[in-house]
């Protein structure tokens, strides 16, 4: 018998291994908005739209074609869910629309509030939030923009959210389109990893990542299957330049 190596994480629990058949299993993939206008500032709650190079990378990852139709390799998704962002919602919108879907716009998926940082040049932003950052790699509550979104408050509502997934019916297929922090926040969740180690993580412009969910008596375990795989789930191994 395999042992399985078990997190528990809120009501969530993780694992490498399991013997029981799930009941129920979901299949989710994370896709971050590509490149969007403005340039290289801090977006939290800014509301940029994406540039064309920005679509363009959205739909490599997703398997879309050049006219945003979905192709032989575009994943069979039973749910689309999206951050209300623009640069998020814009094309959850759009993709839902060539696979027969609704989008779902859920404001729970959206970036952190940067309050006062937000919209700042990321050169500027890194010497303002120095002394913070330094702290938070030893103290979650110590990130915490002014006048925005502290990160404790920030990753009880992004697991939240994550958790909420577990409750779809069986052989869900979703596709959510979110943000970096995000991110930082639900592969490491699923990882075991602590929340203020994830910078080795490379999470890029249209990041694609699929995380499965099995829910075993009464139970979830989630399992992190690709990251940043674009090319891999569109069956395709080559390197993609955009």
Same mark, same amino acid.
């Not at 042992?3 to 994480?9: A, D, E, I, T």
């Not at 998704?77 to 209300?84: D, F, M």
């Not at 700042?120 to 500027?124: A, G, H, K, P, V």
């Not at 509502?157 to 997934?165: N, P, V």
């Given at each position: 018998?395999h042992?399985?190596?078990?997190?528990?994480?809120r009501?969530?629990?993780?694992?490498?291994?399991i013997?029981?058949?799930?009941?129920?299993r979901?299949?989710?993939?994370?896709?971050?908005?590509?490149?969007?206008?403005g340039?290289?500032?801090?977006?939290?709650r800014?509301?940029?739209v994406?540039?064309a190079?920005?679509?363009?990378?959205?739909?490599n @990852?997703?398997?879309?074609? $050049? !006219?945003? /139709?979905? *192709?032989?390799?575009?994943?069979p998704?039973?749910?689309? &869910?999206?951050?209300?962002l623009?640069?998020?919602?814009e094309? @959850?919108?759009r993709?839902? $629309? !060539?696979? /027969?879907? *609704?989008a779902s716009i859920e404001?729970?998926?959206?970036? &952190?509030?940067?309050g006062?940082?937000?919209g700042?040049?990321?050169?500027?932003w890194?010497?303002?939030?120095a002394?913070?950052?330094?702290?938070?790699?030893?103290?979650?509550?110590?990130l915490a923009?002014?006048?925005?979104?502290?990160?404790?408050?920030?990753?009880e509502?992004?697991?939240?959210?994550?958790?909420?997934?577990a409750?779809?019916p069986?052989?869900?297929?979703?596709?959510?389109v979110?943000?970096?922090g995000?991110?930082?926040?639900v592969?490491?969740?699923?990882?075991?990893?602590?929340?203020n180690k994830?910078?080795?993580?490379f999470?890029?412009?249209a990041?694609y990542?699929r995380?499965s969910?099995?829910?075993?008596?009464?139970k979830?375990?989630?399992a992190?299957?690709?990251?940043?795989?674009?090319?891999?789930?569109?069956?395709n191994?080559k390197?993609v330049?955009?």
């Open positions: 018998m042992h399985g190596f078990y997190l528990v994480c009501e969530l629990t993780f694992l490498s291994a013997d029981l058949p799930p009941q129920k979901i299949t989710i993939d994370f896709i971050r908005h590509g490149e969007p206008e340039g290289d500032i801090l977006r939290g800014v509301n940029p994406l540039t190079q920005g679509w363009s990378q959205m739909r @990852a997703a398997a879309l074609d $050049g !006219s945003h /139709k979905a *192709s032989a390799l575009t994943p998704w039973t749910h689309i &869910i999206s951050s209300p623009l640069r998020c919602r094309f @959850a919108d993709t839902a $629309g !060539s696979v /027969k879907l *609704s404001d729970q998926w959206q970036e &952190i509030d940067y006062d940082w937000d700042m040049l990321i050169s500027d890194r010497k303002v939030a002394e913070q950052f330094k702290a938070f790699q030893t103290d979650l509550a110590a923009p002014p006048n925005g979104e502290d990160y404790l408050s920030f990753k509502r992004i697991q939240s959210a994550f958790e909420g997934l409750e779809l069986d052989k869900s297929h979703v596709l959510v979110t943000h970096g995000v991110l930082r926040v592969l490491p969740t699923v990882l075991g990893m602590p929340l994830s910078f080795p993580l999470i890029p412009f990041c990542s995380v969910v099995d829910v075993v008596e009464g979830t375990y989630s992190l299957m690709f990251h940043n795989g674009a090319e891999y789930a569109a069956g191994y390197l330049k955009d």
